[in-house]
């Protein structure tokens, strides 16, 4: 395995690995959570993308936030339940960057060098809300349920968050098949089907000591850890916006018929409907404005960097990609709906699992609400208040 070391090389990697995913999407999209898509995660883990981000200082060639939401996007747009997946993956990365003992980093850097991905428990049910947390630690053993676990099911290490004896958050690295840990794959949904992010039970794992970490103090300063997560789902998003477009186009070029009514207006061929025409320029518009943003955004990261100097750097970057991370949402939603409209009713056929981009855009897109993104950057820009220093924004 080799890793990519500059950004032309990544994005290269990343072209290719989509090359080899899109073929198996729409039937992995069937398959949902009853075949762990093996050879798909295979590949990526084979790729040495998992490692594009980490430190020079650790071995890794250090690549940015610009390269890895152009990553993610690419791979996105071949397949975004397998682009999803690695998601916690980099935020574990940059979590170590910066808060992780030398002991942590020399071992997971190590891990992730030779292509082992970490996996998430971060999420809980139950609670008054997704982070109200019941997972602890105490004396050493790790006890909990989690679930929206992405990425752990096939994972060679899970970081799960937790309250420990004093009922202040950390963060716990556990390997995958240590005893005591069981992945479930009740994970039935209508998009983003083969990321299998079900449950995790935690039974009485032991915890060494160098491997935990106190995540609470990661948000008691100016952060980007939020951002750099977030920016990676709008990348997701942008992701399937430019898939359902082209799909979209594909189609209308090679397979749809002109409406009755389009033909009575004069139009030969479905793509000399004015109407077609309006609405595939006007979504093109917006996918590539959505790509734009995601880029304007990543570079902003770029700028902040991982440790920005203070609050109001930190809510530059957190604006930054809540902005590109709420309109890409709406692109992506609306694109994998307009698609149909042009298309006509035979594109609706299961046969196309066309309706894969709207599922996927849709069951993603509530990941977060993006009300409270458009809200934040409003408040900021009108009443100077900064954003709110979590990991969601």
């Not at 994970?187 to 491997?211: C, H, K, M, N």
Request: glycine letters at 8%; charged letters at 20%; hydrophobic letters at 45%.
């Amino acid at each position: 395995m080799s890793v990519p070391q500059t950004h032309d090389e990544a994005v290269t990697a990343a072209h290719r690995l989509a090359a080899e995913l899109a073929p198996g999407a729409i039937q992995r999209d069937r398959d949902g959570a009853t075949v762990i898509p093996s050879e798909a995660l295979a590949a990526l883990d084979a790729s040495g993308l998992l490692a594009i981000t980490v430190p020079a200082a650790d071995g890794g060639p250090g690549l940015g936030p610009r390269t890895l939401a152009e990553v993610a996007r690419v791979i996105a747009a071949a397949d975004p339940s397998i682009a999803q997946v690695p998601q916690a993956h980099f935020l574990i990365v940059d979590i170590l960057a910066v808060h992780g003992a030398p002991e942590a980093r020399k071992r997971l850097y190590g891990e992730i060098l030779a292509g082992r991905r970490c996996g998430n428990a971060l999420a809980e049910r139950g609670g008054k809300h997704a982070q109200d947390l019941r997972t602890t630690i105490s004396g050493g053993l790790l006890n909990g349920v989690k679930y929206y676990t992405t990425g752990a099911l096939t994972s060679a290490w899970i970081a799960v968050s937790a309250l420990d004896e004093r009922g202040r958050l950390v963060l716990a690295f556990v390997a995958r098949d240590a005893a005591g840990v069981a992945v479930d794959t009740d994970w039935d949904v209508i998009g983003q089907r083969a990321t299998i992010s079900g449950t995790a039970t935690f039974t009485d794992v032991p915890v060494e000591r160098g491997l935990r970490l106190d995540y609470a103090h990661a948000y008691e300063q100016p952060q980007q850890l939020g951002a750099r997560a977030q920016l990676y789902h709008a990348a997701i998003e942008v992701g399937i916006a430019g898939a359902a477009l082209a799909d979209a186009r594909e189609y209308l070029r090679t397979r749809a018929r002109p409406s009755t009514e389009a033909v009575r207006a004069g139009a030969s061929t479905a793509t000399d409907d004015p109407h077609v025409r309006h609405r595939y320029g006007r979504l093109a518009s917006r996918v590539r404005a959505a790509e734009a943003l995601l880029d304007a955004a990543a570079r902003t990261l770029e700028d902040v960097t991982l440790t920005p100097a203070d609050a109001d750097a930190a809510a530059r970057g957190s604006l930054a990609v809540a902005a590109a991370k709420a309109f890409g949402s709406e692109v992506a939603v609306e694109a994998g709906s307009e698609l149909f409209q042009m298309c006509g009713t035979s594109s609706a056929a299961a046969k196309h699992d066309l309706d894969r981009h709207w599922r996927n855009a849709r069951t993603h897109s509530v990941h977060d609400p993006l009300d409270w993104k458009y809200s934040h950057i409003a408040a900021y820009e009108l009443a100077g208040v900064l954003p709110p220093n979590h990991g969601q924004l």
